[in-house]
């Protein structure tokens, strides 16, 4: 039986190509084919797997291995008290940035999400009918998102595994690409960048999250204590703090921030240069790096916004190693392929 997710890249194969080679593929016997390097690609609970890593000793396939495994064991973050797609909406809404995205990106646009996790992002932006597909390295995370789509009816979520440094799928895709949280645990940041960067159409948008340099200090000193002293002091973590929280919640929560084995911090100039090199523009940042102007956001995230003035900047950003660390010291930038 075909069941609609394996259908979708299917009839939409086109857009697929071979991640280790780049070439087309096709699909016969339930399975997707490279007819160039002959590799075959195969499907889990009608999640295709297009999972592609040198097979060589050099550390980026170790720690793509580590990273694997790691979120195959801990998959993040969990559905825990969602149960359909008013939840994860309420959940959403509940934060501006994501509202705001929601309501600036077209119904009629084309997403990918690299490195989704159990897809709630993917599945949130498809709840008004856009087709969004979810990519990730882990399948168990991606079992996660496609069982809550299947329950909540959620038609436009589309999920697939694969690794952000080999896509499998075609350069100048996409009217939006988004990473989110992921491209700082991989073994070099701007490389996985470069290569999720070529699926943007030109005049297209990517989005990207990071740990920040200064934001993450507070949260790297709680990583310290918490090893020498284990549990005793979770509670100096505001999550870990909660009664409310639910128990699950927090151990995710506390794998992630605190136990992860890969993890790199940036600074908004560093961006900068990764947008030089492969032809984007700046169009804003969250939170705004800014000392001056109104601290809000413009309705629409994809209005361009020129950066503040380099010491601005600078100033800014270390403002943010007390500021920053509520939300684990991370930053967003959207920018605009030329």
Not at 17 to 40: A, E, L
Not at 86 to 95: I, T, V
Not at 264 to 278: A, Q
């Amino acid at each position: 039986m075909i069941v609609e997710n394996s259908r979708f890249f299917q009839e939409n194969v086109d857009l697929l190509c071979c991640p280790k080679c780049q070439k087309d593929i096709t699909f016969k016997d339930n399975v997707f084919i490279c007819h160039s390097c002959n590799n075959v690609y195969a499907s889990f609970d009608s999640i295709p797997s297009l999972f592609y890593k040198k097979e060589d000793r050099n550390t980026g396939g170790i720690v793509t291995d580590t990273v694997k495994s790691f979120y195959e064991e801990n998959p993040f973050p969990n559905y825990d008290n969602l149960i359909d797609g008013h939840s994860l909406a309420g959940r959403f809404n509940e934060g501006p940035f994501e509202r705001l995205l929601d309501a600036s990106v077209p119904l009629e646009a084309k997403i990918i999400e690299c490195g989704c996790g159990t897809g709630q992002l993917t599945n949130f932006l498809s709840l008004r009918g856009r087709s969004v597909i979810g990519t990730d390295i882990c399948i168990n995370s991606l079992k996660l998102g496609q069982k809550f789509k299947e329950r909540a009816g959620i038609a436009g979520a589309h999920f697939l595994q694969m690794n952000l440094f080999y896509p499998a799928f075609k350069e100048n895709t996409f009217d939006l690409v988004i990473s989110k949280g992921v491209l700082h645990h991989t073994v070099d940041p701007k490389a996985g960048f470069r290569a999720i960067s070529r699926l943007v159409k030109p005049g297209g948008y990517i989005l990207i999250g990071l740990y920040h340099k200064y934001g993450r200090l507070i949260t790297n000193f709680r990583q310290v204590i918490f090893k020498l002293t284990g549990e005793r002091f979770y509670s100096l973590d505001p999550i870990l703090g909660d009664k409310r929280i639910s128990p699950l919640k927090k151990k995710i929560w506390l794998y992630d921030q605190y136990k992860h084995p890969r993890e790199s911090k940036h600074t908004l100039r560093e961006v900068f240069g990764w947008l030089n090199d492969y032809g984007f523009s700046f169009v804003k940042s969250y939170p705004r790096f800014k000392l001056f102007g109104s601290p809000d956001v413009s309705k629409n995230v994809f209005l361009s916004e020129a950066p503040g003035h380099v010491l601005e900047i600078l100033l800014s950003e270390v403002a943010m190693s007390t500021g920053g660390s509520k939300n684990g010291g991370f930053f967003v930038v959207i920018a605009k392929k030329k």
